[in-house]
Nanobody, 116 residues
Framework: QVQLVESGGGLVQAGGSLRFLCVAS????????MGWYRQAPGKQRDLVAV???????NYADSVKGRFTISKDNTKNTVWLQMNSLKPEDTAVYYC??????????WGQGTQVTVSS
């Protein structure tokens, strides 16, 4: 059993910053990848950024240079620093954790609204 708890998000003006935190707990011994996806109204859920246990990262082209993902393996914790936010970043953001033996898990989702 795995639990993902997200914190952060909210309402911010364009150009502002937000920071997300996600903590995985439970059966985390095979945790391999953590990160975030987002889903805007009427659209599919898309990758934002992910990071492996070895530190490799992958970002959506739309957030490169603005968002930074980081982690603490000892605490099964991942952060997403979001700078220079744009109205098109408005979405529900979901933390995800991928386990070698358990598959994928998702957080409850957190709303981010960027006003112009």
């Amino acid at each position: 059993q795995v639990q993902l708890v997200e914190s952060g998000g909210g309402l911010v003006q364009a150009g502002g910053s937000l920071r997300f935190l996600c903590v995985a707990s439970g059966s985390t011994s095979s945790l391999n990848v953590m990160g975030w996806y987002r889903q805007a109204p009427g659209k599919q859920r898309d990758l934002v950024a992910v990071i492996t246990s070895g530190g490799s990262t992958n970002y959506a082209d739309s957030v490169k240079g603005r968002f930074t993902i980081s982690k603490d393996n000892t605490k099964n914790t991942v952060w997403l620093q979001m700078n220079s936010l744009k109205p098109e970043d408005t979405a529900v953001y979901y933390c995800t954790a991928i386990f070698l033996s358990l598959g994928s898990y998702w957080g409850q989702g957190t709303q981010v609204t960027v006003s112009s």
